[in-house]
């Protein structure tokens, strides 16, 4: 979740008791959590107790939700789970004005160093 104002991100922090808060280049704040147990045992489970209202955010949530699931299992750690991953990612947020930071096409390139490992 990205903000102007941090109130609403430092209370979100509070209340989870994870995550951090920081500031991106564009100068909007954002909360994040990133470890996938805590996604799991948390986040999902608040926005259950708390489903949200409109029908975009309802199916990015499910979509979310699966990539926890993928990740808590560990799949996203073998090459198959990881396009997953990827394919998951492209159908969160979909539409006008989305912008990612790296294409998929960005993401599915070898790095020299997964080359030299044989992954």
Do not use: W
């Amino acid at each position: 979740m990205s903000q102007r104002d941090t109130t609403v991100l430092q209370m979100m922090k509070q209340y989870f008791q994870c995550g951090i808060i920081k500031r991106r280049k564009d100068g909007l704040y954002s909360y994040d959590v990133t470890t996938p147990s805590v996604l799991e045992s948390i986040i999902v489970p608040f926005f259950h107790k708390y489903p949200l209202f409109s029908e975009s955010k309802k199916k990015n949530f499910l979509l979310f939700e699966k990539a926890v699931q993928l990740m808590a299992a560990k799949r996203h750690l073998v090459h198959e789970g990881l396009l997953e991953l990827i394919d998951l990612r492209e159908l969160i947020n979909q539409g006008k004005g989305r912008k990612r930071k790296y294409t998929k096409a960005n993401m599915l390139l070898e790095s020299p160093e997964t080359i030299r490992r044989g992954t």
